[in-house]
């Protein structure tokens, strides 16, 4: 992949457009259509490089990490590696030792609650979480809650989807052990204001984990930037495979930290009087790790670097922009989450047609939206509602995307009234 250099005066969302025949999914018809696919916020979709680096590696390389001799394990231990340091410098971790492989953002966020929060959390303690929240950021508190006797508590939204930021910030109280945010709201879009919250938790010494998980693949996170304690974020919604995912956490905690699985590679020796450890990161690394994914999630970090973060954010920005305007010319149809600061979602609702007949009538145009309480079950029940339609920019979404958007929901409208 490489940007036509006679494109270089281009405007972004030009340029970026560029890159679309770099995505052999998005280049099929669906139901005699061509395929427009507006959930990226579920999953996104893979460039070539990624699909072929992945190939790549399981024809040539393949075989287990950090236990051979031969040639292939040698291989397999530095492209697999060779993804860690990618990550590192995509997040501005400070170390490699920082970097943790999971299947996701789910099994980061269990890890820390498990590892960091069971290990430390007395009856009485309090972990703070929003009311915006994916149920991956939900349920393992309240699992961890109920074997320490900790509480979780909540911090509200508005009608718009905004955290009452003045409310979070009371909430953070000597008894707190935790403050644990999305940083980008899957089912609104809201880009909190973490910054603001991490400078303020830290000022009372309550650490931070951001599920990063609908922010790290629309802008630039710089981890020691937001000084943050943990950040949490998968493969799939950036470019990348499934079932691979990332714990950032900073060393001092990990470094404490107990392992969390047991297992192969995550031991130093292992003994029936007693097993010691490996170091970081490995220590949180039990059993084979995910190798092909952490070679696409590489590539994907290398593709996503060269076109640039900043620049897939003010085109996704302008997109954004453009699909809200349209949706609100549409009679009938409610915007769910409003936030003044939104990235890649939005979410709505058409007259009194149930989300998922919306979502079938767009399918059947070749339109792929996602409907249904998109795993934040407590937001649907704040706006009193089952579930929305939600569309969700890529990279590789344009104008012309949200164009037969509107016009199958015109379809959709018709079919209805
Ligand atoms: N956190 C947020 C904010 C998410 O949007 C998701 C997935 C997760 C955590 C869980 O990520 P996983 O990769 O471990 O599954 N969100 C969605 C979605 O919006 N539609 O499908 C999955």
């Known amino acids: 992949m490489k940007l036509a250099d006679s494109n270089e005066n281009m405007p972004d969302s030009n340029r970026i457009l560029h890159h679309l025949s770099d995505f052999p999914a998005l280049n099929q018809k669906i139901n005699g259509h061509q395929l427009v696919y507006l959930d990226s916020a579920a999953s996104s979709q893979p460039p070539s490089c990624v699909i072929d680096a992945i190939a790549e590696y399981e024809r040539n390389d393949h075989a287990n990490v950090h236990r051979g001799v031969h040639t292939l394990s040698h291989r397999a231990t530095e492209v697999y590696e060779n993804s860690r340091d990618k990550v590192v410098s995509f997040i501005n971790a400070k170390s490699r030792n920082e970097i943790v492989f999971t299947r996701g953002t789910t099994e980061s966020i269990n890890l820390i609650a498990q590892s960091f929060s069971r290990s430390s959390l007395k009856k009485g303690d309090k972990i703070i979480i929003t009311h915006l929240e994916h149920h991956s950021n939900i349920v393992p508190w309240q699992l961890v809650c109920e074997q320490t006797g900790a509480k979780l508590e909540i911090a509200a939204i508005d009608e718009t989807g905004e955290v009452n930021s003045q409310a979070l910030i009371n909430m953070l109280d000597d008894k707190v ?83 969390w ?15 010691t450890y490996n170091e970081l990161p490995y220590k949180f690394e039990a059993g084979t790790p995910n ?39 549409i009679d009938g149809l409610r915007l769910i989450g409003t936030a003044k600061k939104k990235a890649s979602v939005q979410s709505f609702l058409l007259d009194d047609i149930h989300p998922h007949d919306i979502g079938t009538i767009l399918d059947n145009q070749g339109i792929a939206i996602r409907t249904g309480h998109h795993c934040a079950m407590p937001v649907m029940e704040y706006f009193n509602i089952s579930g929305t339609a939600r569309a969700s920019l890529g990279l590789y979404n344009n104008k012309t995307d949200i164009d037969r958007l509107i016009e199958s929901i015109g379809i959709a409208k018709k079919i209805f009234n």
């Not at 945010?181 to 973490?194: D, E, K, M, Q």
């Not at 020796?269 to 097993?275: A, C, N």
């Not at 290398?302 to 996704?316: C, F, P, V």
């Open 177 to 259: 052990k935790l403050l644990a945010i999305s940083h980008v709201s899957n089912a609104l879009g809201t880009i909190n204001p973490i910054e603001k919250w991490i400078s303020v938790a830290r000022d009372r010494h309550i650490p931070t984990l951001i599920d990063g998980a609908q922010a790290v693949p629309h802008m630039s996170v710089d981890v020691q930037e937001l000084d943050c304690d943990f950040y949490a974020f998968s493969g799939h919604k950036m470019l990348g495979p499934t079932g691979i995912g990332i714990l950032y956490g900073k060393e001092e905690h990990l470094d404490k930290m107990p392992p």
């Open 291 to 329: 190798i092909s994914g952490a070679v696409g999630l590489g590539a994907a970090i290398s593709y996503l670097q060269d076109i640039g973060m900043d620049r897939i954010k003010t085109h996704e920005k302008e997109i954004l922009a453009y699909m809200t305007a349209e949706l609100k010319k």
């Open 261 to 275: 699985q047991g297992g192969g590679d995550m031991i130093l020796e292992v003994r029936f009087s007693g097993t």
